[in-house]
């Protein structure tokens, strides 16, 4: 164990929380998680984590609180309206730039610091300590916190203030759900006339229109097995949905259609890969 390191509280330890966490006891933080399904939180236990019944007890405990839940409205609920002077919050889930200046304005009301940092990768990445972090904040907070975010991700980035690392994580999301479909509709097309899927592929690769998701995509849609998901399409339909929401100045009309299309496949798939898409696309290929 390192000594002197500051007290971490985890608040989520789903799919990606749990890894996450991981990697902070790992390196030797006292690191309290809590979760609303406490089994989850559990299986922490034997890693040297500590558990706590309730999100207030966990934060009392600590000096910093991370954040990995869902969204924006269950996030602003679990960190309530508890006393966080001299703790620093760390928001690391995908929720909406207004939704992280909101709740940033609460925890300062409290005396508290935030940084929001959203990452980009998914489970293997969280597992490996490789995820790609974009946080938004002051830089003080940032440089306080860099030691711990270095254990999730190693380059993290100060993209700007509360609100531009969110948008920026929006940003990229919107092509991961754009790209998905797109490739879907290109691979169904290409079967719909019976073309050979792996020369399909062989010249999609050569050309400068391939993107390396398409190929880790690949094999699901064709297997039509999308369970065991990194990113559950349930969430990825959340983050087509805030970036509606939250964009004011742009033609948005083309994520009414991937909302569709998601929203079409989603019915069995709920908590599945969101590359499930296919299944909406491709109809009777
Ligand atoms: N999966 C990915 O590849 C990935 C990558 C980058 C970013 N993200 C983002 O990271 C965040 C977490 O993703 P995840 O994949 O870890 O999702 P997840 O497995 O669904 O975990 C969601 C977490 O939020 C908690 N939660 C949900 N509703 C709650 C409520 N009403 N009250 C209290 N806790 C609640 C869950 O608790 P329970 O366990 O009790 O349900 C769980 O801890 C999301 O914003 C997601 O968009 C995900």
Partial sequence: MTENLAGVAWLGTGLMGAPMACQLIKAGYRVVVWNRSLDKAKALLELGGDVAESAERAVAAADVVFTMLSDGETTAKVLGKLDY???????????????????????????????????????????SGKLIIMAGGKENVFEQVLPMLKCIGPEPRLVGNVGQASAMKLALNQLIASLTVSFSTSLAFAQEYGVNVEIFMQILRESALYAPTFDKKLAKMQTHDFHNPNFPTEHLIKDIKLFSREATQIDTGVLDELLRLYQSAQGSHMREDYSCVYEAVAKRV
Wanted: aromatic share 2%.
């Fill in 85 to 127: 002077a001299g703790k620093t919050v760390v928001q690391m889930g995908t929720i909406g730039p207004r939704e992280n200046q909101s709740i940033a304005k609460q925890i300062a009301a409290s005396g508290g610091q935030y940084l929001e940092a959203p990452v980009l990768g998914s489970i293997p990445e969280a597992k």
